[in-house]
């Protein structure tokens, strides 16, 4: 358990300082506002009206397959790093987690989810 007090300090001085950053900003900042600070911006412009057509889904799904196989590397990382301890079934519990990620990486090529058109 005293292997995570490193951490647990970290996480606590990482919100003190964002915490105090925020509350001597708003405490100590000037604060003058004007039509034109208060306006919405948007590009040195205002905005007119909504973009017309429609959004590529394509970019989003392709965003979301990188974040899931991105998320493989939290598990696998820790897991490598004990991997002589857990012995013989560790590896077996993987090789079923990495099966069944590539099932879903199989699926999502196959559907065509990582063609770019």
């Known amino acids: 358990m005293s292997e995570y007090i490193g951490i647990a300090v970290s996480f606590v001085l990482a919100t003190l300082v964002a915490g105090g950053m925020v509350l001597l900003a708003s405490k100590l900042g000037n604060k003058n506002p004007t039509p034109a600070k208060m306006g919405p911006f948007e590009c040195g412009q205002d ?10 889904v394509k970019f989003y799904l392709i965003a979301i397959l990188f974040i899931l196989f991105d998320v493989e590397l ?34 999502a090529w196959d559907n065509g989810a990582l063609d770019w058109k």
């Open 47 to 56: 905005p007119i009206a909504l973009p017309k057509g429609h959004l590529a």
């Open 74 to 107: 939290v598990f696998l990382y820790p897991w490598a790093v004990i991997y002589r301890d857990l012995g013989s079934l560790g590896l077996i519990e993987m090789a079923v987690f990495l099966g069944i990620l590539m099932i879903g990486y199989v699926y």
